[in-house]
């Protein structure tokens, strides 16, 4: 079995989280005989300085056949954002009918909160955000241009057909947790539009009889997100308040490094695009320290849509085996030093760890384009640590009946990796260690 993946990276830290962290899904998939077949397109802002287009007119058809779409981030300091968003972003949503936008909020077990007394666990919330309409519906436009006159009309948008799928995919979601779904409106002000959207609400509620509804306008639900976040299961909002409620979701949960997100075409008829919450983060690019953790469970979410769980949930777990892990790296928004590929590495190793059986040994690693990194092959008759530097290739073991590190080089004895079980070893790249 075999999937066709379009890769978006996109701008600022898109390139480098989307890059990081496809050589672990391919790992991710191989181990349940599923293979990947990536094809980056190089779209973004970089494309726009050269040609003054995003993407090409006819990016949509180009990418029409993929199974699913991975998207980085959009967003870069020279443009204003309005430009690369419509250029990119929002086209791709609306295009292929990505009417339901997914976005879970999840407090971690090892993960702080900004809230006081919050600990792993407390918070987990999912927010269904209608996407393709809305107040994104581009309806509108400036007259009297630069003039003392001059006039801005924007209009929001709510079809039935749009009000009544995110409704209805929140609900199926709601009845499928805990059987509570806030509906988030501003019915009080906007009383065509959000009246429209409570209506909906009703009706529809007649099907989920076992699913209890809060209605909650948009300034009440965005404080009671910080208030008492512990509270909500599925929330359901239009394409604005979903945007930012969500950003508080991903805050409150320790990281924007952490929210993850998918477009879901719901027709069947076009690939789901899948993308980290946060944005393309200029302040930190080049750094490589963009948690890639967002990236990682968006392809959880892929593979989800996909029809396979399996992956998916092994993917949750492996990063949520190493945010609980005291010792594990995370990256500068988590409080630590590491690293993107650190953080990555560290992943793969917990894919390694989880999985019910060790197939032996990895034959075969991946190097990102822009910076080579060490290859590893690794034999072991139980545990398996692997770890991925520029540099240094750093493997801490807890039992092994044999390992090598590197490319077949002269083989380097470590005997001290056999008596001290956890102990942790330097490993030059380039070298071949056996025992
Ligand atoms: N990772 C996606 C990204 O770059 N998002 C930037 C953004 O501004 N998105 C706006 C939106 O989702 O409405």
Not at 191 to 199: G, I, L
Not at 211 to 240: K, Q, T
Not at 338 to 366: F, M
Request: hydrophobic share 40%; with cysteine; glycine share 8%.
């Amino acid at each position: 079995m075999s999937y066709q993946i379009v890769t978006i990276p996109g701008d600022g830290i898109g390139p480098k989280v989307v890059s990081e962290t496809l050589p672990l899904l391919h790992e991710a998939a191989s181990r349940h005989a599923i293979d990947l077949e990536f094809t980056n397109y190089g779209w973004g802002t970089e494309r726009y300085l050269e040609t003054g287009a995003m993407m090409p007119d006819d990016g949509l058809d180009q990418i029409a056949d993929a199974d699913s779409l991975l998207l980085g981030a959009v967003g870069h300091p020279e443009v204003p954002d309005h430009l690369t968003l419509h250029g990119l972003l929002l086209p791709i949503r609306k295009g292929f009918n990505q009417q339901v936008c997914k976005r879970p909020s999840i407090l971690f077990d090892g993960v702080e909160s900004p809230l006081r007394g919050y600990e792993g666990g407390d918070i987990d919330f999912v927010v269904y955000r209608e996407n393709t309409e809305g107040e994104y519906s581009d309806t509108g436009g400036r007259v009297h241009d630069g003039l003392d006159h001059e006039v801005a009309i924007q209009s929001a948008v709510f079809t039935r057909d749009g009000t009544e799928t995110i409704v209805r995919a929140a609900f199926e979601a709601a009845a499928a947790r805990e059987g509570h779904l806030t509906s988030i409106t501003k019915s009080n002000a906007q009383a065509f539009s959000m009246t429209f959207w409570d209506d909906i609400v009703e009706e529809i509620s007649t099907e989920y009889p076992t699913v209890e509804v809060e209605p909650l306008l948009i300034d009440a639900g965005s404080m009671d997100l910080v208030r008492r976040p512990e509270e909500f299961d599925v929330l359901v909002a239009s394409n604005l308040f979903g945007d930012i409620l969500t950003d508080i979701g991903a805050i409150v949960s320790g990281s924007m490094g952490l929210a993850p997100s998918g477009n879901i075409n719901v027709d069947g008829r076009h690939p789901s695009m899948f993308e980290p919450v946060h944005g393309s983060a200029p302040d930190i690019v080049g750094e490589d320290i963009a948690n890639p953790m967002a990236t990682v469970l968006s392809s959880a979410m892929l593979f989800e849509e996909l029809g396979e769980p399996d992956i998916s949930a092994s993917l949750w777990n492996a990063v949520r085996q190493v945010l609980g892990d005291d010792d594990a790296p995370v990256t500068p928004d988590l409080g630590g030093s590491a690293s993107t590929g650190e953080v990555v590495a560290a992943i793969e190793t917990r894919l390694w760890l989880l999985s019910e059986t060790h197939p032996g040994y990895v034959s075969k690693k991946w190097a990102s384009a822009d910076k080579p990194t060490a290859v590893l092959i690794i034999k072991t008759s139980r545990w398996t640590e692997t770890s991925r530097q520029s540099k240094n290739v750093s493997l801490t073991y807890r039992h092994q009946s044999r390992w090598m590190v590197g490319p077949d080089t002269d083989p380097m004895p470590c005997p001290a990796a056999r008596t001290h079980p956890r102990t942790s070893l330097r490993v030059r790249r380039g070298s071949l260690a056996t025992l």
